[in-house]
């Protein structure tokens, strides 16, 4: 049913555009992929895009699974592929698997990083068909969803805005129409892609911990902030991911976006990082689709960008802080925990907690911080003889510095504890009394809630 229905969708809309399609037809070739340009400006249309992806679903029913993140302005479907071995809900050890998101096409007329993310889904789907083990090892570990054409309006007239003359990538409810930029919208999220976008990644993508939107320009990678020259919270992974491309795969310029671009607010990538919380890239792909006569095969071009895309993905575990806790020696009177992060991030909002049978939180650090690829030891003050038998000891933390980053509550295992020294009391109403847990409980709330601030 759904292949049918792609089919009259596509003939609804777009007979106007066959001639894209013959050459997306041909795209099955090694030599011709996705499809030689038929002219210098415009090689992929909805209508093609509608009817690969939905063969993909087809023929690979085991990795992709298709959705919808809603419709266009003219109603078209603004199609999601997403992306993982589905035999399993879960990584091979049980563990939740890593989550991506990925997105092209905001500007219409911006076919290389449409193209981009068209390949991003493409190489995952053939070389997992190929038996190739990275990409194995990618899908039964992580799950990808990549929206590829968020425009398909402005696409098929070759426009950089959607059908109202829109900017979509100036029209994301951060920091909304507070740069000087043309076309905003009337509001954030006056367009109806936008607002679908930013839907699909509150409702599937929380927990992401990878966000590229991918564009055509000048050959560069940003990285929040668009409106602030000022490096961000988590200037530490960018700078981590930028020194590991460049020594290793390649020579792209990784910078903050409000330097290496221009400024720009509203944009789909500080949302993502200001918003969500989620470590943020935009993908400019170089600008030689508009200079006539540049036929270079789209997949040499764009050859280099997949293999930072590799890159991103191979490695997605490490783009947050993950705390492991190496030992916790607790006395009548201390509580000694050593710390050490394995991820990229830093995070600044760590605390310590003995949590009873029932659930309450008897006791509570305070804050402290673990840095990128560091360890830390440090010494807490409590009446620990006091807290009750039969609770557990958890480690809290969000995944990186900026606020509006997830959290993490995690067990200690008790095979690193040693609280022989303690002589355990019951006093089942010591947390209604224990100030140090209430306050950071307070300021868990608050710093849970995702929401516009300003950061300087």
Known sequence: MQRIKAILLVLI???????????AQEAETEENWPGEPFDN????TWATLTLDVNDWADEYPEIVDLTSAGVSELGKTLWVVRLSDWSNDTKPDGSPKEMIYIDGGHHGN????????????KWYITEWAAGNQEAIDVLQNT??????MLNPDGNDIDTRWNINQVDLNRNYDHYWNTCDSTQPGSSAFSESETEANADYMNEYMVDADLYVTMHTGVWIMLYPWGKWPEQPADWELFHQIRDDVQANISQIPIQNANQGLYPNCGTSRD??????????????????????????SLKERLGEEMDVMRFLINNVWYWRARLDVQSLEVSEDTAEIY??????????????????????????SGLFGVNATNSTKITFEGDFGDLTTGGEWRLNYAKRVIPSSTWVNETINSSVIDSSDVESKSMPGYALFNPIAIITGISLVALWKREEIDYF
């Open 143 to 148: 799950e990808i969803h990549i929206l590829i």
């Open 271 to 296: 949302y993502g990082y200001g918003v969500m919380g989620f470590p943020t890239f935009t993908f400019e792909t170089d600008d030689e689709q508009f200079v006539p006569g540049s036929f270079e």
């Open 13 to 23: 809309f777009s007979i106007s555009t066959l001639t894209g399609f013959v050459s």
């Open 339 to 364: 710390v050490q992060n394995h991820g990229h991030a830093s995070t600044s909002n760590a605390t310590l907690q003995y949590v009873a049978e029932n659930g309450e939180i008897e006791w509570s």
């Open 110 to 121: 911006e076919y290389l990083g449409t193209a981009l993310a068209y390949l991003s889904a």
């Open 41 to 44: 400006h415009i090689h992929l």
